[in-house]
């Protein structure tokens, strides 16, 4: 049974770091592409960014370069998002999902997904 399930999410500080993880129980795993959305109440899930099948390339959206990295550990099935400089408007809740393409920012893109993991920034 496919399962992506993440953890690390919680209560962060404004200016702060947190650091989310992605188990994925896929067969191949390095054969997808591993993206991050969030989706805050009220809104639309939005793309956070992706990471490569091999780690080597990511792509992340505007509103989190240069704050947020996105990196993978294919010995261990597991994705990462290190989230710095955090801030309110980062509360939501955080899916990690896979793709079999890269630079993709559609959430139809993306064959399976994560339950979720709610990050909370106080300012």
């Known amino acids: 049974q496919v399962q992506l399930v993440e953890s690390g999410g919680g209560l962060g500080q404004a200016g702060g770091s947190l650091t989310l993880s992605c188990a994925a129980s896929?067969?191949?795993?390095?054969?997808?592409?591993m993206g991050w959305f969030r989706q805050a109440p009220g809104k639309e899930r939005e793309f956070v960014g992706q990471v490569t099948w091999d780690g080597a390339g990511t792509y992340r959206a505007d509103s989190v370069k240069g704050r947020f990295a996105i990196s993978r550990d294919n010995t261990k099935n597991t994705g990462y998002l290190q989230m710095s400089s955090l801030k309110p408007e980062d509360t939501a809740l955080y899916y990690c999902?896979?793709?079999?393409?890269?630079?993709?920012?559609?959430?139809?893109?993306?064959?399976?997904w994560g339950q979720g993991t709610q990050v909370t920034v106080s300012p």
């Open positions: 999902a896979a793709s079999t393409s890269f630079g993709v920012t559609e959430p139809t893109n993306y064959v399976y």
């Open positions: 896929i067969r191949n795993f390095r054969n997808y592409a």
